[in-house]
């Protein structure tokens, strides 16, 4: 069975950081781009970041480039997401998703996804 089991989210204030984690099972990790997609009230979907350790790269939204980064871990098939100098704007929640490596940063991106699991909640306070 597939799991992708995000945790980390919380209420910080602008400017404040959290560390989201995504710890994954069931299929093999170094085959995907895995990151997360957030969803705000109101507004539609957007990708956020991946990392696929398989291939030594990382992806990210231009709205949270130089603020997040994404790092991995194949001994315990975690993905990690470090977000620095918050905005209220990143409020949302926080969804892991995975993509094969023979897909695309584009196919994430368009929400084409081949795994996909349940949100974690950031809200950050003006």
């Known amino acids: 069975e597939v799991q992708l089991q995000a945790s980390g989210g919380g209420s910080v204030q602008t400017g404040g950081s959290l560390r989201l984690s995504c710890a994954t099972s069931?299929?093999?990790?170094?085959?995907?781009?895995i990151g997360w997609f957030r969803q705000a009230p109101g507004k539609a979907r957007e990708g956020v970041s991946c990392?696929?350790?398989?291939?030594?790269?990382?992806y990210y939204a231009d709205s949270v480039k130089g603020r997040f980064t994404i790092s991995g871990d194949n001994a315990k098939d975690t993905v990690y997401l470090q977000m620095n100098s918050l905005k209220p704007e990143d409020s949302a929640v926080y969804h892991c998703?995975?993509?094969?490596?023979?897909?695309?940063?584009?196919?994430?991106?368009?929400?084409?996804?081949?795994?996909w699991g349940k949100g974690t909640l950031v809200t950050v306070s003006s």
């Open positions: 998703a995975a993509v094969s490596l023979y897909r695309s940063w584009a196919d994430f991106l368009a929400y084409d996804l081949d795994y």
């Open positions: 069931g299929f093999t990790f170094a085959d995907y781009c």
């Open positions: 990392i696929g350790l398989g291939h030594n790269k990382t």
